[in-house]
Nanobody, 118 residues
């Protein structure tokens, strides 16, 4: 069992920055691929970025060059640095942990709201 707690969301103006954090507890963090997803009103949840246990990253085209995902295995935490935010980045952002040893074993955080508006 893994518990994920996100923080760092909020209201920001277009062009601004935010950093999301996701603290994991309850299992061995380093065996989980970590990811950030988002869901805007009326839309499906979509992948924003993920980072493998070896630090390899992957990003959605819409955030490439603006967002950076990173992980600190010593702190059991994954981060999402978001720069040059756009109104279309407005969504609830969810942290995800996918066990690399057990197929389809996923955990989700409760989500944190990010609103980009002037």
């Amino acid at each position: 069992q893994v518990q994920l707690v996100e923080s760092g969301g909020g209201l920001v103006q277009p062009g601004g920055s935010l950093r999301l954090s996701c603290a994991a507890s309850g299992s061995i963090f380093r065996i989980y691929r970590m990811g950030w997803y988002r869901q805007a009103p009326g839309k499906q949840r979509e992948l924003v970025a993920h980072i493998t246990t070896k630090g390899i990253t992957n990003y959605a085209d819409s955030v490439k060059g603006r967002f950076t995902i990173s992980r600190d295995n010593a702190k059991n935490t994954v981060y999402l640095e978001m720069n040059s935010l756009l109104p279309e980045d407005t969504a609830v952002y969810y942290c995800n942990a996918a066990n690399i040893l057990v197929s389809n074993l996923n955990y989700w955080g409760q989500g944190t709201q990010v609103t980009v508006s002037s």
